[in-house]
């Protein structure tokens, strides 16, 4: 059941990132690629992130590591 749930999201925010990706390309902010690809890329570094995979050795928190570069960002 929890794997379920996690697969629906994991597909979830795959299918966001694309959307965004598509967005991106369509209004010229990001260059035409595969946007499936990137949305899986994407979707593998939050996993990873969220499971502790990236964190290793960084003293962040999945907390941390998803508001840190918030942080940094003027205005």
């Known amino acids: 059941m929890r ?6 999201r994991r597909a979830a925010a795959a ?5 965004l990706i598509e ?7 990001f260059r035409a690629l595969n ?6 890329v994407m979707a ?8 502790g995979i990236f964190l290793e050795g960084t003293g962040l928190t ?3 590591a998803f508001s840190e570069p918030r942080s940094g960002q003027s205005g």
């Open 35 to 40: 946007e499936h690809f990137a949305a899986q």
């Open 15 to 19: 299918h966001r990132v694309h959307e």
């Open 62 to 64: 999945a907390g941390d």
């Open 44 to 51: 593998v570094t939050i996993d990873a992130g969220q499971s």
């Open 3 to 8: 794997r379920t749930r996690i697969r629906r």
């Open 23 to 29: 967005d991106g390309v369509r209004s010229g902010v």
